[in-house]
């Protein structure tokens, strides 16, 4: 393909700034979240997992919601219709996030745990809001930005190794408030142990992730360009001409698109996501347990649940940037495949060394590659299911986000509500219990995700029931289009 059918690279770099500070709350919203409120505010499991539970639900119900009406509205009179969601979604996420990582500002030592949990259940609200509009805005300028599949590839391997780039600030600015704390500190059990002398860590770091991600978010509006569209109703598909050509011809653009509820009849839609769910709960369940598993299973210093996430996404980032020729060469299904077997072999590690010592890093190292490799390949498998359907882009990325909040929302209360100790200290029992929830969460749902994958490798992706041909005869010659194969932008061109 000439050059210039490529999008420029800073037009590429541009977009894929637009989500750092979703990726840099979202760091610490599943990193640190359980670890803050149970070890650090002292809030019970139940109350902790409620709290998330809360997030995840409004982020579920959000998701789906902001996706619809981004596909139904022009955006602001100024503004084009993705990048007015964005804005919103990023004011919102810039006012609220530091509230939740920031102690009760009206409570004291006997205030009940349920008054602290409703302060904090509106500043929740509001910041998942803000997060679900900015990720549905920014995923759903894929299809519309990328000129053809290649550049979807491209596209997603950029925005996540911003994604990975973002974790590693968050870890790396971590490491060095805990660094600083320590060494400020003359007690052993206090510079050792995670308690309420964190709370400033915890505090400034939320504070400069909300002001470093601004600055990006703005990067963004300035640089990336997207075309101004005004919304206009999808026409009815129209009565087919009487004759014997009446069974197969080409449908215009505007009758071959699918409307949100066309989706709901396609059996691929059900299929990606699942996929996408279970790789999210592989991802996020990871993420949120892993500090919790460092500091009480392994019993090592609290500076490891930084280190320990970073060594993840340097790992993460590396295998990011191979991730289009990798996809090219082997397809989308073998390298998701490769990635289970990677998230398989850290379940295994786990599970037989459950004394580990410096072999921990190297366990990090391969949960890092498989995370990352089953998320960008996952989210490439969402924009193939879209194709050429980017006029309802947005309601398939709200679809797929809404199943994976509720999923994981859902999961953290269960292993919550099963922990053996409701203390703020751990028992000799939950020693075991993380220990075995990094292996059910890792290892199981992989297992899981393998099922969901061989589904999609006998039906591959493809929009089955609303393609661009109808079957029927042309002649003595039998069409049929079952499937829709990736659409290059050269041959369909979508407002």
């Known amino acids: 393909m000439a050059d210039q059918d490529w999008m420029p690279l800073r037009q590429r770099l541009s977009y894929s700034i637009g989500h750092f500070l979703n990726d840099l709350c979202a760091s610490m919203w599943f990193t640190y979240f359980l670890v803050y409120y149970h070890s650090v505010l002292g809030f019970n499991t139940t109350y902790a997992g409620i709290l998330l539970l809360i997030g995840q639900l409004a982020d579920g119900i959000c998701t789906p919601i902001v996706g619809y009406e981004s596909d139904h509205s022009a955006g602001c009179r100024w503004y084009s219709r993705r990048k007015s969601w964005h804005l919103v ?88 408030l805990l660094h600083f704390q320590v060494g400020q500190s003359d007690d052993l059990a206090e510079s050792t142990h995670l308690g309420r002398q964190d709370v400033p860590v915890f505090r400034n770091l939320a504070l400069l992730m909300v002001g470093l991600g601004s600055l990006f978010s703005v990067m963004f509006h300035i640089g990336t360009k997207e075309e101004k569209q005004q919304y206009a109703r999808l026409p009815e598909p129209e009565e087919p001409a009487q004759g014997p050509a009446r069974d197969c011809k080409r449908r215009s653009p505007a009758q071959s698109l699918l409307r949100w509820k066309d989706w709901l009849k396609e059996p691929s839609f059900y299929q990606v996501a699942l996929l996408y769910m279970s790789t999210r709960l592989i991802v996020n369940l990871s993420q949120t347990y892993i500090p919790m598993y460092l500091t009480n299973s392994l019993q090592l210093p609290k500076r490891f649940i930084a280190t320990i996430p ?83 882009g947005a309601f398939v990325y709200g679809a797929m986000s809404f199943t994976d909040k509720v999923a994981n929302g859902l999961a953290v209360v269960l ?37 969901f994958l061989s589904s999609i490798m006998i039906w591959p992706i493809g929009v089955r029931f609303h393609g661009v041909c109808v ?24 407002n």
Not at 422 to 448: E, P
Not at 473 to 486: F, I, K, L, N, W
């Open 89 to 176: 979604g990023t004011v919102s996420v810039i006012f609220s996030f530091p509230f939740i990582f920031n102690p009760c500002l009206a409570c004291t030592d006997s205030t009940p745990q349920w008054a602290a949990l409703v302060y904090f259940a509106p500043f929740i609200v509001i910041f998942q809001f803000g997060w679900a509009a900015t990720q549905i805005s920014h995923l759903s300028l894929i299809p519309e930005l990328a000129r053809n599949e290649h550049e979807k590839v491209e596209l997603t391997a950029f925005r996540y190794a911003f994604t990975v780039v973002a974790n590693i600030t968050v870890y790396a600015v971590a490491w060095l």
């Open 415 to 451: 292993i919550q509500s099963l922990h053996p100790c409701q203390s703020q200290l751990c028992c000799f029992a939950c020693v075991q219990f993380y220990h075995y929830v990094m292996v059910l969460v890792t290892g199981g749902v992989a297992i899981l995700a393998v099922f």
């Open 471 to 494: 079957n029927g005869m042309v002649g003595s010659a039998q069409v049929v289009c079952a499937e829709v194969p990736p659409v290059e932008q050269d041959d369909i061109l979508v």
């Open 310 to 392: 970073l060594v993840m996404y340097v790992s993460g980032f590396i295998s990011s940037l191979v991730m289009k020729p990798v996809n090219r060469w082997m397809g989308r299904n073998f390298t998701y495949f490769l990635g289970l077997v990677a998230i398989l072999a850290f379940a295994s590690w786990v599970a037989l060394d459950r004394h580990m010592g410096i072999s921990v890093y190297g366990a990090a190292v391969v949960l890092g590659v498989g995370s990352a490799t089953i998320l960008v390949t996952s989210l490439s498998m969402t924009a193939d299911l879209i194709g050429v359907n980017s006029q309802s």
